[in-house]
């Protein structure tokens, strides 16, 4: 197995429930940040300008300013996680793991330098602006691509009421306000290069309120909904052409292995205790262990997925699909890990590249084939710095504990000491 991964686009955040069964591995769900591929990937943008999105003029600053503010979030798409029953906990903080991946994917220009060359040109006095000015904007600025679109939005109130029968056997009222707000806008990429739109995204949003009675007077205001359509509006804009998070679960697969329960354990504890690192190796040899069982494939590519190494995953995830094709779960996971490594590819071309990931000498050591010591706890076996019977004593350890085997010469076993040490025990003290 290689000891170096490439680390994710992916930020992974853990709430784990599992339920241990009779020789299997302990099922197991994960929430995890990962990356979210864009619906269009464009290879040789690299500096955007953002224009005020007409029809109404109010919202269309807003929602520009949501994108603007979007494209240069370094962490887009993660957020905080509502824990507990039905998610009526409290909020837990999103954590990443990532190493080397921020969302800031482009240079973005400054409002006021657009709103500079559009007074300086006299451009757009009209309050309209096609793809033949907007690109002209656009070069002026020294833009690969420019944004443009339209936004409305209409409000409703409403005051319905409706007649119960209190505990007092009297007839009541209750008197509520619904306001609503729905948001339609349209986006327009702009090549500044040819003024051709290169790309082309639309978006409905809605945001409800509803106060009854004496609760009526805090009812959302008219601009509290409008902007939380227009975020949720900027988000799928930004989306549709810029790599972001989100957020997946993973249901780890029930394997039963009887003989490599411990394991299987071991590697349920790491993950609910979010050590991804020392989880993997484990994995690992449990799918060696059963490697024509997709379900072992399965949890083995999720894992490689959650640390980013993309290309591990597809290889896992195509196993898995190939022995039970009809499976949803391993044919999503093969679809995301060809995107995750056209991605990687992405970022590679411009300059970014994914840090990698070397795993630790402990978990190096969970990689190794180990072997257990014969005997009892209160037994001890000598450990010699040479594999002959007249080496030197370096260690005794008790029986019946194991260890990583480094090599085997001959009727001796090379192994690795918890301090660190490396020294031979002799065949006939191993199990």
């Known amino acids: 197995m290689k000891k170096k991964l490439t680390i994710s686009l992916l930020t992974c955040f853990m709430l784990v429930t599992g339920l241990l069964l009779r020789q299997e591995i302990r099922a197991q769900r994960v929430d995890c940040f990962v ?105 002026l600025l020294g833009l690969d691509v420019i944004l443009i679109g339209d936004v409305e939005y209409d409000v409703k109130n409403e005051y319905p009421s409706s007649n119960y029968v209190g505990f007092d056997g009297k007839s009541k009222t209750t008197y509520c306000h619904v306001r609503s707000v729905t948001v339609q806008a349209s986006l327009k990429i702009i090549s ?26 805090s009812i959302a205001t008219e601009e509290q909904l ?34 490599l329960k411990k394991q299987a354990d071991e590697a349920s504890n790491f993950i609910e205790n979010g050590n991804i690192d020392r989880a993997l190796p484990l994995f690992y040899a449990i799918y060696e262990a059963d490697s024509y069982n997709p379900k072992a494939a399965y949890n083995l590519a999720a894992l490689y997925e959650m640390v980013g190494s993309f290309d591990e995953a597809l290889e896992y995830y195509t196993i898995a699909s190939n022995l039970e094709p009809a499976n949803t779960l391993y044919t999503d996971g093969l679809h995301r890990a060809k995107s995750g490594v056209a991605i990687a590819g992405f970022l590679e071309s411009i300059g970014r590249p994914l840090q990698k990931y070397e795993f630790n000498a402990s978990t190096a050591d969970l990689m190794a084939k180990r072997i257990k010591i014969k005997g009892k706890s209160s037994d001890r076996v000598e450990v010699r710095d040479l594999p002959v019977k007249n080496g030197k004593v370096i260690a005794r350890v008790p029986g019946g504990l194991e260890f990583p085997m480094i090599e085997q010469k001959g009727e001796w076993f090379r192994i690795k000491l918890p301090d660190g040490k490396e020294g031979f025990v002799h065949r006939s003290d191993v199990n």
């Open 35 to 139: 990356i979210k591929a864009p619906v269009k990937q464009y290879d040789n943008v690299r500096k955007i300008g953002v224009l005020d999105f007409t029809g109404n003029r109010r919202a269309g600053s807003v929602l520009s300013d949501y994108i603007i503010a979007d494209l240069l979030s370094e962490s887009r798409g993660i957020e905080d996680l509502k824990s507990g029953f039905m998610g009526m906990g409290k909020k837990v903080e999103g954590v990443t793991y990532i190493k080397g991946f921020k969302t800031d994917m482009y240079t973005v220009v400054e409002r006021s330098q657009i709103e500079q060359v559009l007074k300086e040109q006299r451009i757009g006095l009209s309050g309209l602006i096609d793809e033949n000015t907007a690109a002209q904007v656009g070069k």
């Open 226 to 259: 409008l902007n939380s359509c227009l975020k949720k509006s900027a988000r799928t804009f930004v989306d549709y052409f810029t790599p972001g998070f989100q957020l997946m679960r993973y249901d780890l697969e029930r394997i039963k292995l009887k003989e």
């Open 192 to 217: 500044v290069e040819t003024a051709i739109i290169i790309g082309t995204e639309t978006s409905r949003v809605s945001s409800q309120d509803k106060k009854c009675d004496e609760e009526k007077s």
